[in-house]
C-alpha cells in the first residue's frame, strides 16, 4: 500500500522559515508529479508548488520567491522550503504525488496534512 508520511510543520513568526518533508513508500514504479497542496479555514485547497518528473518546477504567485519545492528522488522525497512566511501562510499543508502503480496506471495519493501557523 502505498503512503505518503508528512513532516515538518508548526508554528512560526511571520518573517520565519519551516521545511516540510513527504516521503512516498510502498510499491513505487515511477512518479509524474510530487506537489504540495494546502487549505486555509473557509476556503478552498489550493495548489502550492509542484515538482514534475518532466518540466518545470511551478508555484502559485502568492509563494514565488519565498517557497523552494525540490525532490531527492533516490528516497521519493519532496520538500518544501518556506520563507519569509506570512500570516496568509496559515493552512494545513498537504503533499500531493501522482504514482505509478504495478498496473501501469497513474495513480493520485494524498498525504494526511501537516499544520503550518504563521502568528505573533
Not at 13 to 24: E, H, I, T, Y
Not at 34 to 58: C, D, F, H, I
Not at 85 to 111: F, I, M, R
Request: proline letters at 3%; glycine letters at 12%.
Amino acid at each position: 500500500q502505498v503512503q505518503l508520511v508528512e513532516s515538518g510543520g508548526g508554528g512560526v513568526q511571520p518573517g520565519g522559515s519551516l521545511r516540510l518533508s513527504c516521503a512516498a513508500s510502498g510499491r513505487i514504479f515511477g512518479i509524474y508529479v510530487m506537489a504540495w497542496y494546502r487549505q486555509a479555514p473557509g476556503k478552498q485547497r489550493e495548489l502550492v508548488a509542484a515538482a514534475p518528473s518532466r518540466g518545470n518546477t511551478n508555484y502559485a504567485d502568492s509563494v514565488k520567491g519565498r517557497f523552494t519545492i525540490s525532490r531527492d528522488n533516490a528516497k521519493n522525497t519532496v520538500y518544501l522550503q518556506m520563507n519569509s512566511l506570512k500570516p496568509d501562510d496559515t493552512a494545513v499543508y498537504y503533499c500531493n504525488a501522482e504514482l505509478l502503480g504495478s498496473d501501469h496506471q497513474y495513480w493520485t495519493y494524498w498525504g494526511q496534512g501537516t499544520q503550518v501557523t504563521v502568528s505573533s
